[in-house]
């Protein structure tokens, strides 16, 4: 059966998240709706992470099993017809090899978690931004973000019902910027903990708010210990911004 990968974008605010569940509607399970409808026969989508409810996503990228071949631009078109009104798009189709793995052949994943940080409550980015009223300092929150680089174990920031094996991980790229009355923070790694950006992200507005030190942050991080996290931000200001492949990944 040929293969594709998808790269999607979608709104994570009406679903319980990518993961298909018995709870509720979930991005992936929209996507196999659509599949389905055109391919003829149930098919299965394999994300590149599992995002959790409300997060959004710019980038996510997933592959699936086609009973026949497509033209990539023609199975974007029609998985788009079969997702509406959900704001779920697929941006484009590429076929790919058969060892392609969505979630396995990745090599980093980007986040990214925006902060309004204004005192007027709320319009256009409502359920799109963590509205936080109080000022921010951003260069001490950048500066805190950078003791986090490099390879720790990030219990710490890690949800407790994580179910990955090890909380060891390797961030190789952590920047707290501004942009007006936004507060950009940007992630790289190969891949994240459960629930860890938004962990990390709480945590740094902790830093800017003035409530903790650089030194704070870093001694939470060394302890390996949930109740040390300041707090976890909310899923609605968390998107996933790109997976990145090695360029053999993409040969068909």
């Known amino acids: 059966m040929p293969?594709?990968?998808?790269?999607i974008e979608y709104d994570g605010g009406p679903f319980v998240g990518w993961q298909r569940q018995a709870n509720g509607l979930s991005v992936q399970q929209r996507l196999e709706e659509a599949a389905g409808a055109i391919?003829?026969?149930?098919?299965?989508?394999?994300g590149a992470g599992r995002t959790d409810a409300g997060v959004h996503a710019l980038g996510q990228v997933a592959h699936i099993d086609m009973a026949r071949d497509w033209r990539p631009d023609k199975l974007r078109d029609a998985l788009n017809a079969h997702l509406k009104p959900t704001p779920v798009a697929v941006l484009a189709a590429r076929a790919v090899s058969d060892d392609f793995e969505a979630?396995?052949?990745a090599l980093r994943r980007h986040y990214r978690y925006i902060i309004d940080n204004r005192r007027a409550?709320?319009?256009?980015?409502?359920?799109?931004?963590?509205?936080?009223?109080?000022?921010?300092?951003?260069?001490?929150?950048?500066?805190?973000?950078q003791q986090m680089l490099g390879r720790h174990d990030f219990t710490t920031f890690r949800a407790s019902e994580c179910q990955?094996?090890?909380?060891?991980?390797t961030l190789d790229r952590f920047e707290v910027r501004r942009v007006g009355e936004r507060i950009e923070i940007e992630v790289t790694a190969r891949s994240f903990l459960h629930n860890q950006v938004r962990s990390?992200?709480?945590?740094?507005?902790?830093?800017?708010?003035?409530?903790?030190?650089a030194a704070d942050l870093a001694a939470a991080l060394a302890a390996k210990d949930r109740?040390?996290?300041?707090?976890?931000?909310?899923?609605?200001?968390?998107?996933?911004?790109?997976?990145?492949?090695?360029?053999?990944?993409?040969d068909a």
């Open 121 to 145: 409550p709320l319009a256009l980015t409502l359920g799109r931004a963590w509205h936080v009223k109080w000022p921010l300092d951003v260069d001490a929150m950048h500066e805190a973000a």
């Open 200 to 213: 990390m992200a709480g945590s740094l507005e902790h830093v800017g708010a003035g409530k903790w030190r």
């Open 227 to 250: 109740a040390r996290c300041g707090q976890v931000a909310p899923p609605q200001g968390l998107y996933l911004v790109a997976v990145d492949y090695p360029p053999e990944a993409w």
């Open 164 to 169: 990955a094996r090890s909380p060891v991980r």
């Open 39 to 46: 391919n003829g026969l149930p098919a299965v989508v394999h």
């Open 103 to 105: 979630r396995f052949s």
């Open 3 to 7: 293969r594709y990968a998808l790269t």
